[in-house]
């Protein structure tokens, strides 16, 4: 095999014929968007990390050093990407501190998607971004109903529902893609402030309010109390009930602005779009960052912890070109040494 090549020692159709012909070439931060026009539509591009183009490995044909992973733009690509799953994970956050698991999220993510993107085609795209939030507000509503009023185990209740209102979405949908073509419908998902998507700002202000209230109002410590026990914190005088049923609420109202926000982005209503992979990357972001599966503990900045660390190593296995499938495997087991430690843990306080 010929010694690996620097980009600077070829022009750009010498690029091109020696990727064609297997050559290992190495091109380092800012390359790729020069001569990557001039590489074969059929060469196998892989990404790897090449340590000041001094090491490379072969992943295929041709082997292209990717830009730096910590570099602005990918971090604020990650944060675009990965907002509207932590949306459903702040949410998800006030659910599993009270003792209960919302598997209803990436169900109602797609709904109110296809809600948004049919509204917006008849009254206009801030109807339809209003009608998609009421609509997960709404599904959010049944399932507090569904675990408060009628007493059914939550864990059934949402996986139930998830498969209802999945049924609703691609009924909706006619099992086709809802496509929006007024441009303003795609404001939400694709705009900008001040440098960062309107995703992010969503992510952000949600965050950030769900933490103060969390930490600093008594409904935040009736949050805790129910999760911690739910008899005691009754006999205090706080309604359990009700505030298992906020939590639900807020938790549909989330993945609804999460599904519009996508829906948006790409001015299309998706009926399969989320699912449970959706709403397991969600309750792994909240059980990476340390809040207790059994409730009555956690915090909203430990969520963006584990949401941060679930997007650097998805991004950081992608830019490596790892299988998705080495991914969910690793992801698994993050999440079973993140329970385990749990585990431990209350059994020490014991």
Not at 164 to 186: E, H, Q
Request: net charge neutral; proline share 3%.
């Amino acid at each position: 095999m010929p010694a690996p090549r620097r980009w600077a020692e070829l022009t750009a159709p010498e690029l091109g014929e020696s990727a064609a012909r297997g050559d290992v070439i190495l091109l380092p931060v800012g390359a790729v968007e020069q001569h990557g026009a001039h590489l074969p539509v059929d060469t196998d591009i892989r990404l790897a990390v090449a340590a000041a183009d001094a090491v490379a490995t072969r992943f295929g044909r041709a082997i292209v050093a990717p830009p730096v992973w910590w570099g602005l733009s990918n971090m604020l690509n990650i944060l675009d990407q990965w907002a509207p799953v932590g949306l459903i994970a702040v949410a998800a956050t006030l659910v599993i501190i009270t003792g209960n698991l919302d598997l209803s999220t990436g169900a109602v993510f797609a709904f109110s998607g296809v809600v948004a993107a049919l509204t917006a085609q008849s009254a206009g795209p801030l109807v339809g971004v209003l009608a998609g939030v009421l609509a997960g507000v709404l599904c959010g509503t049944v399932n507090a109903l569904l675990v408060t009023v009628g007493r059914i185990n939550a864990f059934m209740a949402t996986l139930a529902t998830s498969i209802i209102v999945g049924g609703t979405a691609t009924l909706a949908a006619d099992a086709k893609l809802i496509t929006v073509s007024d441009p303003a419908f795609s404001t939400l998902g694709s705009g900008s402030l001040l440098g960062l998507k309107y995703s992010v700002w969503c992510f952000a202000v949600f965050a950030l309010v769900c933490g103060f209230v969390l930490a600093r109002t008594r409904a935040g410590r009736a949050i805790y109390a129910t999760g911690g026990n739910a008899e005691a914190a009754t006999l205090s005088g706080i309604r359990v009930s009700w505030v298992r049923a906020a939590t639900f609420v807020v938790s549909g109202g989330a993945a609804a602005l999460a599904g519009v926000i996508v829906a948006s982005r790409v001015s299309t209503g998706q009926a399969d779009a989320g699912g449970l992979t959706l709403t397991f990357q969600a309750i792994t972001a909240v059980v990476i960052g340390g809040t207790s599966t059994l409730g009555g503990q956690g915090a909203i900045w430990r969520t963006i912890l584990g949401l941060g660390i679930l997007a650097m190593i998805d991004n950081g296995f992608n830019l490596l070109g790892v299988d998705a499938l080495y991914q969910t495997i690793f992801t698994g087991a993050i999440i079973l040494a993140a329970v385990a430690v749990d585990a431990w843990a209350r059994k020490s306080r014991q």
